[in-house]
């Protein structure tokens, strides 16, 4: 029978605190926006020069950065057994990342914000990703792939 390790053990060489920091900050964000979006949608439409169109969208946004700020403060609790989700958001953030870079290109006149919200999606996507360190993504991709057929 196949040895189980605990499903709380943390591997020693993951830096756990360095990713809860770093998930942490970027729930912090995340929050920051979901006020922005909830609280004041017009003027943060205005400040992203974005059109106006009533404040449902926005706050539905608020919603989900709320979710995300939840989604890491869960996985900062122990990163090791939500490893998974750290993957999660280092691929959100790149494409966070590239879709506000493709619209600041795309769109005359974009507001400094919609890329400054593009760098920061890739810093905190390249701090997640160092934080993780070469066995934290050794342990992520092992834990990313199918398991072996035993037939």
Known sequence: MPRTVPFDAAPSTLPILQLRCALIIGALVDLLGAIKF???PAGTLAEMQLPP??????RYAAVFLVVLAIL????AINPARSLANIGV?????????????????????????VVVLSVANLVFAGWYFIALGPSGRQQLYAALR?????S
Do not use: D, N
Request: hydrophobic share 50%.
């Open 53 to 58: 169109g009533g404040a449902f969208w926005p």
């Open 89 to 113: 958001a280092i691929v959100g953030r790149t494409l966070g990342m590239a879709f506000y870079m493709v619209f600041a290109l795309v769109t005359p006149g974009t507001q400094r914000l």
């Open 146 to 150: 199918p398991p072996e057929s035993t």
């Open 38 to 40: 909830a609280f004041f």
């Open 72 to 75: 890491y403060c869960v996985t």
